[in-house]
T-cell receptor
Framework: DAGVIQSPRHEVTEMGQEVTLRCKPI?????LFWYRQTMMRGLELLIY????????DSGMPEDRFSAKMPNASFSTLKIQPSEPRDSAVYFC??????????????FGPGTRLTVT | GQQLNQSPQSMFIQEGEDVSMNCTSS?????WLWYKQEPGEGPVLLIA?????ELTSNGRLTAQFGITRKDSFLNISASIPSDVGIYFC????????FGTGTSLTVIP
């Protein structure tokens, strides 16, 4: 079975450019989570969706960040305009909330973003 | 911000030794999970705990959900080189929180 798929795996961009990260959750999972990982702050939850609806976006740093989930099999995290302090590894995770093991999140391989 | 304190921060051990790490919180959690992250990869779920006092094993790994619901422990028996990585605890209440991680190095 395919796990969580993220693309691209690496992204290098210049400050001010728009960045779009993509995620395909595990088929059948109804919750999707976006995280950011840095050495300084560890793993931070940015936003999570349940049944394609954003439930909690309190972790989104600022208005430059936006996330969408147009259907059950696809989500995007967009940063516009990007800044050097956005450099981090961004992870997508999915889970089957509402069923027995609702808190078992499965992570993708991450997107390493470098903003110069 | 972070609500989970994980210790130790790093460990250097000889192959074959047992490993113990723990995670504590000032708040009660309903679920505790343990993940392992290797370089360049995402965290991989090792063990999930759902009840206070629960003791669960996964091969050489054993984790416990503390009775107070404010802590959890992970033990690795007879460590091997492929155990190297960063181990994260995670707790869930209404939100999901990750610990700061324990970096494990196993010396052959």
């Amino acid at each position: 079975d395919a796990g969580v798929i993220q693309s691209p795996r690496h992204e290098v961009t210049e400050m001010g450019q728009e960045v779009t990260l993509r995620c395909k959750p595990i088929s059948g999972h109804n919750s999707l989570f976006w995280y950011r990982q840095t050495m300084m702050r560890g793993l931070e939850l940015l936003i999570y969706f349940n049944n394609n609806v954003p439930i909690d976006d309190s972790g989104m740093p600022e208005d430059r960040f936006s996330a969408k989930m147009p259907n059950a099999s696809f989500s995007t995290l967009k940063i516009q305009p990007s800044e050097p302090r956005d450099s981090a590894v961004y992870f997508c995770a999915s889970s089957s909330q509402g069923l027995g093991r609702s808190y078992e999140q499965y992570f993708g391989p991450g997107t390493r973003l470098t903003v110069t | 911000g972070q609500q989970l304190n994980q210790s130790p921060q790093s460990m250097f051990i000889q192959e074959g030794e047992d490993v113990s790490m723990n995670c504590t919180s000032s708040s009660i959690f309903n679920t505790w999970l343990w993940y392992k992250q290797e370089p360049g990869e995402g965290p991989v779920l090792l063990i999930a705990l759902y009840k206070a006092g629960e003791l669960t094993s996964n091969g050489r790994l054993t984790a416990q959900f503390g009775i107070t619901r404010k802590d959890s422990f992970l033990n690795i028996s007879a460590s091997i080189p492929s155990d190297v990585g960063i181990y994260f605890c995670a707790g869930s209440r209404n939100q999901f929180y990750f610990g700061t991680g324990t970096s494990l190095t196993v010396i052959p």
